[in-house]
T-cell receptor, first 113, second 112 residues
């Protein structure tokens, strides 16, 4: 049982480039979300999804797009990377009836030059 | 506006000490308060959680104390060990939701 899998673990981009961070879970969780973690800022919610075909914005959505075509996958897209998007990104999932209990991936460290 | 305020930002204790991490909130709609533990290079993982109908919850060496009237809750780690060195996040969840609002985290170092 792999849990929540994120790829890639590390990525360096140049300003203006685009990329997709992948997230997959094999626990049949309805709820999936993306966070960014920056020093002193904690975990800030970017986007979330309560099921296939349903997405919504979190606290810091600007510059990021998401889609949820299957229960298992929830990719995060950066269309035109900016240095302010340098961060560690975490994908998390949960059962909708286990309030607050998120299962996190191991993170993707992104550097934008 | 920070909905969940966490302090201190960093904490250093000796082995066997009792580090205490404090969190405060304003929104009375919060009704579930989990704590997450994150080791370097890993994602956060649920450590312990409490609902406001109890004042204290213990799981092993970890204890949450909850003061509903003051809208504060804290994590105590008894007999701390070097292996407890990690970043700890408090969080709060509104009733009817399953989206936690996180505090900014506390970096704990336990010296041998």
């Amino acid at each position: 049982n792999a849990g929540v899998t994120q790829t890639p673990k590390f990525q360096v981009l140049k300003t203006g480039q685009s990329m997709t961070l992948q997230c997959a879970q094999d626990m049949n969780h309805e709820y999936m979300s993306w966070y960014r973690q920056d020093p002193g800022m904690g975990l800030r919610l970017i986007h979330y999804s309560v099921g296939a075909g349903i997405t919504d914005q979190g606290e810091v959505p600007n510059g990021y797009n998401v889609s949820r075509s299957t229960t298992e996958d929830f990719p995060l897209r950066l269309l035109s990377a900016a240095p302010s998007q340098t961060s560690v990104y975490f994908c998390a999932s949960s059962y909708s009836n286990l309030v607050g209990e998120l299962f996190f991936g191991e993170g993707s460290r992104l550097t934008v030059l | 506006q920070q909905q969940v305020k966490q302090s201190p930002q960093s904490l250093i204790v000796q082995k066997g000490g009792i580090p205490i991490i404090n969190c405060a909130y304003e929104n009375t709609a919060f009704d579930y308060f989990p704590w997450y533990q994150q080791f370097p290079g890993k994602g956060p993982a649920l450590l312990i959680a409490i609902r406001p109908d109890v004042s204290e919850k213990k799981e092993g060496r970890f204890t949450i104390s909850f003061n509903k009237s003051a809208k504060q809750f804290s994590l105590h780690i008894m007999d701390s060990q070097p292996g407890d060195s990690a970043t700890y996040f408090c969080a709060a969840v509104k009733g009817g939701s399953y989206i936690p609002t996180f505090g900014r985290g506390t970096s704990l170092i336990v010296h041998p």
